[in-house]
Protein backbone atom coordinates (compact mmCIF):
# COMPACT_ATOMS: atom_id res chain seq x y z
CA UNK A 1 0.00 0.00 0.00
CA UNK A 2 2.57 2.42 0.95
CA UNK A 3 4.49 2.22 -2.50
CA UNK A 4 1.04 2.77 -4.20
CA UNK A 5 0.90 5.36 -1.89
CA UNK A 6 4.57 6.76 -3.05
CA UNK A 7 3.52 6.41 -7.15
CA UNK A 8 1.47 8.45 -6.73
CA UNK A 9 2.87 11.31 -5.06
CA UNK A 10 4.48 14.24 -7.53
CA UNK A 11 8.25 13.35 -7.85
CA UNK A 12 9.72 16.45 -6.00
CA UNK A 13 7.48 15.02 -3.07
CA UNK A 14 7.91 11.41 -3.24
CA UNK A 15 11.60 11.21 -3.43
CA UNK A 16 12.56 12.02 0.27
CA UNK A 17 10.02 9.61 1.78
CA UNK A 18 11.15 7.38 -0.96
CA UNK A 19 14.60 7.10 0.30
CA UNK A 20 13.49 6.53 4.07
CA UNK A 21 11.44 3.89 2.49
CA UNK A 22 14.22 2.09 0.77
CA UNK A 23 16.48 2.25 4.11
CA UNK A 24 13.95 1.18 5.76
CA UNK A 25 13.19 -2.54 3.69
CA UNK A 26 17.50 -2.30 3.37
CA UNK A 27 17.77 -2.42 7.33
CA UNK A 28 15.05 -5.53 7.40
CA UNK A 29 16.16 -7.11 4.93
CA UNK A 30 19.80 -6.80 6.13
CA UNK A 31 18.26 -8.00 10.06
CA UNK A 32 15.75 -11.28 8.46
CA UNK A 33 17.10 -14.06 6.26
CA UNK A 34 15.46 -15.34 3.83
CA UNK A 35 13.11 -18.24 3.79
CA UNK A 36 14.72 -21.01 2.78
CA UNK A 37 10.84 -22.92 2.48
CA UNK A 38 9.63 -19.85 0.42
CA UNK A 39 9.81 -21.42 -2.91
CA UNK A 40 7.19 -24.10 -1.56
CA UNK A 41 4.80 -21.36 -0.30
CA UNK A 42 2.62 -19.49 -2.29
CA UNK A 43 3.78 -16.04 -2.70
CA UNK A 44 3.16 -12.72 -4.13
CA UNK A 45 5.93 -10.36 -5.46
CA UNK A 46 4.20 -7.57 -3.50
CA UNK A 47 4.28 -9.04 -0.48
CA UNK A 48 8.27 -10.32 -0.36
CA UNK A 49 8.32 -9.60 3.02
CA UNK A 50 6.48 -12.57 3.89
CA UNK A 51 8.96 -14.40 2.42
CA UNK A 52 11.33 -13.19 5.51
CA UNK A 53 11.03 -15.14 8.90
CA UNK A 54 11.37 -12.39 11.65
CA UNK A 55 10.96 -14.90 14.72
CA UNK A 56 7.71 -13.60 16.42
CA UNK A 57 4.09 -14.76 15.22
CA UNK A 58 2.89 -14.99 11.99
Not at 5 to 30: C, F, I, K, M, T
Request: charged share 30%; proline share 14%.
Amino acid sequence: MLAEVLRQLPPRSRARPARQVRALDAGYAERTPPDPFAADRQWRSDLWWRRRPTGGPG
